[in-house]
């Protein structure tokens, strides 16, 4: 069998989880031995055989972001003929998902890692192409043999977004974990070198800076914590130049209020040094107001963190209330924003929360512990290659 998956992301360009989900289930489903996969990503060449990346064209240099998407995407299209099944991963890859199965004549499959109605703050990035990237997903979506879901949160998500989906097409494969590349790890050094005080509580966090992962929250939380925790941020790559703008300014006010004890980190740093960061951490901080599932959560309890996240989407299906971490509660305006209905109310359960966390050192850590086992046996990328494999399988026989 011969499958195309087809992803934006790809190594050594991975900037977000659908990228880490695509590298890992990649390398599960070819250690199988019994499926050829072949890759198509964007960007520059790779080396690793069975691989293609395709860089955008010329023609459409000065074009909306997302009409250069879509020239990359045609251009993925023409080479899939000859694939039995084609796979895409987000809306960036979908329409060469859609094009490139009409071609070849096969099913294609697409898994949902976000869904573009679930984001419309998006239009601040790409104006117009906003329209032009829900149009494409939609497409894809209802034409697709099979659409998987991380989670059942996301599945509901699918469902609403796209009414007149079939129920019985979409499946939900949970996103997954490899438990030996992320496991503690001390690096003392690592920290101080970032500025981080690695004998301090810290509350730390990881993600891009876009209105979904809810960086901002955090940061009016984090001016509530007790005196003695650290704030260490990783934060960067931000959506667009207003909540850069709006994040600098928080920055700037917690800085004055709490000094040292803020530290951020903009660029993406390597594995290793995250896996330090983590390690050296007391508490893992999730604030996100629209996460279908959430990697970086299950990255945190492998590296045996407990997680104070937001108890919306996936989270609740990876964070286990008072056993690997809290969730906190939060009532959404259903206008697809995922904002807060009472954004004070939020604000003061997250910072009670990261408060309840810090102050029992030795309670977080058995939390923590707790998280490395259930990342270990519930989230394996070997079984959810297995379970990708069914749901090929399952659409070849329909």
Request: aromatic fraction near 6%; charged fraction near 20%; glycine fraction near 10%.
């Amino acid at each position: 069998m011969r499958v195309d998956v087809i992803s934006k992301e790809y190594p050594p360009a991975i900037y977000g989880g659908a990228g880490v989900h695509v590298t890992e289930l990649v390398r599960a489903l070819r250690a199988r031995g019994d499926v050829d996969v072949q890759v198509r990503c964007f960007g520059m060449p790779r080396d690793e055989p069975g691989t293609t990346a395709y860089p955008d064209l010329p023609e459409l240099a000065g074009a909306n972001a997302a009409l250069q998407t879509l020239g990359v995407d045609v251009t993925i299209a023409q080479d899939c003929q000859g694939a039995d099944l084609v796979h895409s991963h987000t809306w960036y890859a979908n329409l060469a998902g859609h094009l490139g199965g009409l071609l070849a004549g096969a099913p294609h499959v697409v898994t949902a890692h976000s869904l573009e109605p679930m984001r419309p703050w998006k239009a601040e990035q790409l104006g117009g192409g906003y329209r032009v990237s829900s149009f494409a997903e939609r497409a894809a979506y209802e034409g697709a043999a099979a659409v998987v879901a991380v989670s059942a949160g996301m599945r509901e998500d699918i469902l609403r977004s796209y009414p007149s989906l079939d129920p019985d097409k979409v499946k939900v494969v949970h996103n997954g974990i490899d438990s030996q590349l992320w496991t503690p790890g001390p690096g003392a050094d690592v920290c101080r070198k970032h500025g981080m005080d690695p004998d301090r509580p810290a509350v730390t966090f990881v993600g891009r800076i876009t209105r979904q992962k809810g960086l901002p929250y955090l940061m009016r939380a984090a001016a509530r914590l007790p005196e003695d925790v650290q704030v260490v941020l990783c934060a960067g790559a931000p959506d667009t130049p207003e909540i850069k703008a709006e994040v600098e300014g928080l920055l700037a006010d917690l800085r004055a209020q709490r000094g040292d004890g803020v530290v951020w980190i903009p660029e993406m740093l390597p594995r290793s040094e995250v896996i330090a960061l983590l390690t050296a951490s007391t508490v893992f901080a999730c604030p996100s107001v629209y996460e279908p599932l959430g990697i970086v959560n299950l990255e945190a309890m492998a590296c045996e963190l407990p997680v104070v996240a937001t108890a919306t989407g996936g989270i609740p299906e990876v964070v286990v209330d008072g056993e690997t971490g809290w969730l906190v509660p939060i009532e959404q305006v259903q206008d697809g924003t995922g904002t807060p209905v009472d954004q004070e109310r939020f604000v003061s359960d997250l910072a009670a929360a990261l408060t309840d966390a810090v102050s029992d050192r030795e309670r977080a850590r058995a939390m923590g512990l707790a998280g490395r086992r259930r990342a270990v046996e519930s989230f394996s990328w070997a079984s959810i290659g297995d379970q990708t494999m069914d749901v090929y399988r399952s659409v070849l026989s329909a």
